[in-house]
């Protein structure tokens, strides 16, 4: 499976959007970009995936490159509720599909 | 819809003890994993299982054992426990569309191994 980078911590202002960068430059063309948060020692949520377009739903906003190289996984309107790790994850197709999960982002979202 | 359930939610062992964790999952989903989190690490993968029946070994497989008992639960067992046991143990589980699958996490089972 791709290896991704993120950065290690992120701060927003709460009202913002956070913007979440991920780099998985060696991704291969059937894997997904999926993108999970853990909050404060919880269980870790899924929030979004995809494969090649952009995609929205009612918690986040995923833009994969053209390329497939990188991907911004956008907050649109963050709340203090929303401060977690986030991971950025590429997995491949397939039943039981493995996720390999690094240290992710750490975002603190401020008054 | 419970979702994802995990016992004990808490456990203190001494080494060498043995103990079962429990996982269930009422979302009829076909596949089941245990992860284990140390602190300020990511999620590593100790064992899966694709479908009923069946289990794989993860990253970390070494001191454990599973079985998936049918098709919602999915146990963990330390045969006898070690200090380097200790972390937080997470179940879950998927079953959507093949390459699509998304998982859905239990709330964590925290071990000590003193």
């Known amino acids: 499976d791709a290896k991704t980078t993120q950065p290690t911590s992120m701060d927003c202002a709460e009202g913002r959007a956070a913007n979440l960068p991920c780099n998985h430059s060696?991704?291969?063309?059937?894997?997904?970009v999926y993108w999970y948060r853990q909050i404060h020692s919880q269980g870790p949520q899924y929030i979004i995936h995809?494969?090649?377009n952009n995609e929205t739903n009612e918690m986040a906003s995923l833009i994969i490159t053209e390329d497939r190289k990188s991907s911004t996984l956008i907050l649109p309107h963050a709340t203090l509720r929303d401060t977690a790790v986030y991971y950025c994850?590429?997995?491949?197709?397939?039943?039981?599909?493995?996720?390999?999960f690094g240290t992710g982002t750490r975002l603190q979202v401020t008054l | 819809n419970a979702g994802v359930t995990q016992t004990p939610k808490f456990q203190v062992l001494k080494t060498g003890q043995s103990m079962t964790l429990q996982c269930a999952q009422d979302?009829?989903?076909?596949?089941m994993y245990w992860y284990r989190q140390d602190p300020g690490m990511g999620l590593r993968l100790i064992y899966y299982?694709?479908?009923?029946?069946?289990?794989d070994k993860g990253e970390v497989p070494n001191g454990y054992n599973v079985s998936r008992l049918n098709k919602r639960e999915f146990s963990l067992r330390l045969e006898s426990a070690a200090p380097s046991q200790t972390s937080v143990y997470f179940c879950?589980?998927?079953?959507?569309?093949?390459?699509?699958?998304?998982?859905?996490f239990g709330p964590g089972t925290r071990l000590l191994v003193l």
């Open positions: 979302m009829n989903h076909n596949s």
């Open positions: 994850i590429v997995g491949h197709t397939g039943t039981a599909s493995k996720l390999t």
């Open positions: 879950a589980s998927s079953g959507g569309t093949s390459g699509q699958e998304t998982q859905y």
């Open positions: 060696t991704i291969s063309g059937n894997e997904y």
């Open positions: 995809g494969l090649k």
């Open positions: 299982s694709a479908s009923e029946g069946t289990t």
